[in-house]
């Protein structure tokens, strides 16, 4: 039998080598770390399920959800009509809101149209206060969307 031959000496200014030891998991550093994966994806299929029960909420409601933004639309302009503005132009407006809001949840106006009167809006109340000339154009695209 050969014998294997000694180390060889560090070379000079070098520390000597440590032998080098790889740490082992144990059975309960495993477990855990397997267990945390475990909850992380329930964690994630409990989310994607509260996801997809929001959308399917929305969209069982979106007709009343409309409505309810289109009535929350024509009470701000209303709210920030000034003092030339008629109660007969603010009734008349709110007709006219009432029927495109109600073509809008048939689908009879297109979301361009919607979009263009939120646009109209915006500018609107874009200085806190909508005058009678304002409220008068509403109008008017309300009862002819283009």
């Given at each position: 039998?050969?014998?294997?031959?000694p180390p060889?000496p560090?070379a000079?200014?070098?520390p000597?080598?440590?032998p080098?030891?790889?740490?082992?998991?144990d059975?309960?550093?495993r477990?855990r770390?397997?267990?945390?994966?475990?909850?992380?994806?329930?964690?994630?299929?409990g989310?994607s399920?509260?996801?997809?029960?929001?959308?399917?909420?929305?969209?069982?409601n979106?007709?009343?959800l409309?409505?309810f933004?289109f009535?929350q639309?024509?009470?701000?302009i209303?709210?920030?009509?000034?003092?030339?503005?008629?109660?007969?132009?603010?009734e008349?407006f709110?007709?006219?809101?009432?029927?495109f809001a109600?073509?809008?949840?048939?689908?009879?106006?297109?979301a361009?149209?919607?979009?263009?009167?939120?646009?109209r809006?915006k500018?609107?109340?874009?200085?806190?206060?909508?005058?009678?000339e304002?409220?008068?154009?509403l109008?008017?695209?309300?009862?002819d969307?283009?």
């Amino acid at each position: 039998m050969t014998e294997t031959p000694p180390p060889a000496p560090p070379a000079p200014g070098l520390p000597p080598q440590l032998p080098v030891t790889l740490p082992f998991e144990d059975a309960a550093v495993r477990a855990r770390r397997q267990g945390c994966l475990k909850w992380g994806l329930v964690g994630c299929a409990g989310a994607s399920v509260a996801v997809i029960i929001g959308l399917l909420f929305l969209m069982s409601n979106a007709k009343k959800l409309m409505e309810f933004a289109f009535d929350q639309m024509g009470d701000q302009i209303v709210a920030a009509s000034t003092p030339d503005v008629t109660p007969a132009e603010k009734e008349e407006f709110r007709a006219a809101m009432k029927s495109f809001a109600a073509k809008a949840k048939d689908r009879k106006v297109t979301a361009q149209q919607v979009t263009a009167f939120q646009g109209r809006v915006k500018a609107a109340v874009a200085d806190n206060r909508v005058t009678a000339e304002e409220l008068r154009a509403l109008t008017a695209y309300l009862k002819d969307p283009p």
